[in-house]
């Protein structure tokens, strides 16, 4: 049994509590505008050119024809290219990488032990994330079962687009849910994010049936769901299982990973003002939730 992965973040803080390690699985049913792991969105592996970094020395030339150089300028054929890494391996300027390699549980678990003092020490442990990580629930449940053996506190970071199978495949080994909730509305949220709420808005109701820990992730952008939360909030405030609430502030820093995977950049321009995430904050915590920074 095998994932394919494109990172593994060590000594993250902001994917769960405490010092955490990171595996982000690649392949997400979803196509949010202002994805910010644009890496994460296709299945296949992923070729990445930097042209800031590239040497000119079309070394990748001699070993790929699909890397052309016409007056100066190295152009890619994508669409032929099956990302075997040839290229990568001889570029002297690192300018290539190869997102998406695949693991079986067996191989990632030690590399993810390595840090267990630290989450021993800050109350951290590890995350799966993505992409969307629950598009591989037969793989997640051996490996956070095994992290459970190992008695590691996991976390499950889900934009809750799957079939609930995939959430009781995985609810009997992940203490913490990080879950997405991006608009009540689902005209807004086919908007932003290609997909409809419902069966997001299901699997939510779900956890909370069933108990579970969640802290709900919701992404703030002007323009598209700022006027989605008051909603969110009357939504979120009936349920139990809801222990915390993330505003997390669009930023629109991803734009080189677009232009470097050949990929359209959705990214909005307008970012959100402290002012604008300050009352966002407000309107949550006036509803009895409470707010994770």
Same mark, same amino acid.
């Given at each position: 049994?095998?994932?394919?992965?494109?990172?593994?973040?060590?000594?993250?803080?902001?994917?769960?509590?405490?010092?955490?390690?990171?595996?982000?699985?690649?392949?997400?049913?979803?196509?949010?505008?202002?994805?910010?792991?644009?890496?994460?969105?296709?299945?296949?592996?992923?070729?990445?050119?930097?042209?800031?970094?590239?040497?000119?020395?079309?070394?990748?030339?001699?070993?790929?024809?699909?890397? *052309?150089?016409?007056?100066?300028?190295?152009?890619?054929?994508?669409?032929?290219?099956?990302?075997?890494?040839?290229?990568?391996?001889?570029?002297?300027?690192?300018?290539?990488?190869?997102?998406?390699?695949?693991?079986?549980?067996?191989?990632?678990?030690?590399?993810?032990?390595?840090?267990?003092?630290?989450?021993?020490?800050?109350?951290?442990?590890?995350?799966?994330?993505?992409?969307?990580?629950?598009?591989?629930?037969?793989?997640?449940?051996?490996?956070?079962?095994?992290?459970?053996?190992?008695?590691?506190?996991?976390?499950?970071?889900?934009?809750?687009?799957?079939?609930?199978?995939?959430?009781?495949?995985?609810?009997?080994?992940?203490?913490?849910?990080?879950?997405?909730?991006?608009?009540?509305?689902?005209?807004?949220?086919?908007?932003?994010?290609?997909?409809?709420?419902?069966?997001?808005?299901?699997?939510?109701?779900?956890?909370?049936?069933?108990?579970?820990?969640?802290?709900?992730?919701?992404?703030?952008?002007?323009?598209?769901?700022?006027?989605?939360?008051?909603?969110?909030?009357?939504?979120?405030?009936?349920?139990?299982?809801?222990?915390?609430?993330?505003?997390?502030?669009?930023?629109?820093?991803?734009?080189?990973?677009?232009?470097?995977?050949?990929?359209?950049? *959705?990214?909005?321009?307008?970012?959100?003002?402290?002012?604008?995430?300050?009352?966002?904050?407000?309107?949550?915590?006036?509803?009895?939730? *409470?707010?994770?920074?």
């Amino acid at each position: 049994m095998k994932a394919r992965i494109f990172d593994i973040k060590r000594f993250a803080v902001h994917d769960g509590d405490g010092i955490r390690t990171t595996v982000f699985f690649k392949g997400c049913p979803l196509r949010c505008v202002w994805c910010h792991n644009p890496e994460g969105i296709s299945f296949s592996s992923e070729l990445e050119f930097n042209s800031q970094r590239c040497l000119g020395c079309r070394e990748c030339a001699v070993v790929c024809p699909l890397h *052309t150089f016409f007056g100066g300028v190295h152009e890619i054929k994508r669409e032929d290219c099956v990302s075997c890494g040839k290229c990568v391996e001889i570029c002297p300027g690192d300018c290539l990488k190869i997102y998406g390699q695949e693991i079986s549980p067996e191989e990632l678990l030690p590399k993810l032990t390595e840090d267990r003092d630290f989450y021993d020490n800050s109350g951290g442990g590890v995350t799966l994330s993505g992409g969307e990580c629950l598009m591989y629930p037969g793989f997640c449940r051996v490996l956070l079962s095994e992290l459970k053996k190992e008695g590691i506190h996991t976390a499950v970071d889900t934009c809750g687009y799957v079939p609930l199978e995939s959430i009781e495949t995985v609810l009997p080994f992940t203490d913490v849910f990080l879950y997405d909730l991006k608009a009540l509305d689902e005209e807004v949220h086919l908007r932003c994010t290609g997909g409809s709420n419902k069966i997001i808005l299901e699997n939510l109701m779900y956890l909370n049936s069933m108990g579970a820990e969640v802290e709900i992730r919701v992404p703030f952008v002007p323009g598209y769901n700022d006027g989605e939360i008051e909603k969110i909030a009357v939504f979120l405030s009936k349920l139990k299982c809801v222990k915390a609430v993330k505003v997390l502030p669009y930023h629109n820093l991803a734009g080189l990973k677009y232009t470097a995977l050949g990929m359209k950049n *959705t990214l909005p321009k307008r970012v959100p003002t402290e002012a604008e995430l300050f009352s966002a904050r407000d309107i949550m915590k006036n509803h009895g939730l *409470t707010i994770k920074e």
